[in-house]
């Protein structure tokens, strides 16, 4: 994995700065950037053959932000180590399928049934959100917990949906939220 500070690109305009960072046994990854989007835009990494979504970028002041920290494991599966740049990108891409299902072959997570992801959550409108949904899958994997909604219904209009990584698990499209000691990361 490459340190440092890299510019992002939207397209082939550089519109803002990626620091990644080590932070302990952690990979933290800050993205700042300007730009005028009506679209929800997701911080990825060019690895050369596909994109690998990062986390989704944030208003904050008259920029947009994103921070997220990976685990040696996940810097692994994503393949981080390959990437040619930052970018940002809409949700519907043409990568998105390609993304699936390598990571659908890379992913050594172990998903069980949740009867309560209510409980998995500090925040209780979020986990409230979630309880609605039927065929929720957990996994947990180190100090990070993994909540997968199936996306085959219609989400209910809430903020939450708008932080889940859209992943295949056997198969199946689903929305998958990270967790650290029950706190939502983006």
Not at 15 to 35: F, N, P, S
Not at 59 to 79: I, L, S
């Amino acid at each position: 994995m490459k340190y440092g500070n890299f510019d992002v690109y939207i397209d082939d305009a550089a519109v803002g700065e990626t620091e990644v960072t080590q932070d302990g046994l952690l990979t933290r990854i800050k993205c700042k950037a300007r730009y005028e989007s009506d679209e929800i835009l997701r911080l990825a990494a060019d690895l050369g053959d596909r994109y690998e979504m990062l986390g989704v970028m944030m208003p904050k002041g008259k920029q947009f932000c994103m921070e997220k920290c990976f685990t040696k494991n996940e810097v692994r599966c994503k393949e981080l180590e390959k990437t040619k740049r930052y970018v940002l990108i809409t949700e519907n891409e043409q990568y998105k399928k390609e993304m699936q299902e390598t990571h659908e072959e890379t992913d050594e997570r172990v998903w069980v049934r949740c009867a309560d992801p209510a409980a998995m959550f500090a925040d209780m409108e979020c986990g409230a959100a979630l309880s609605r949904c039927q065929g929720v899958l957990k996994s947990e994997c180190g100090e990070f917990t993994y909540i997968a909604v199936p996306t085959e219904k219609p989400f209910p209009a809430l903020p939450i949906f708008y932080f889940g990584q859209r992943e295949k698990l056997n198969g199946t499209e689903y929305l998958v939220f990270t967790l650290k000691d029950g706190q939502l990361l983006i």
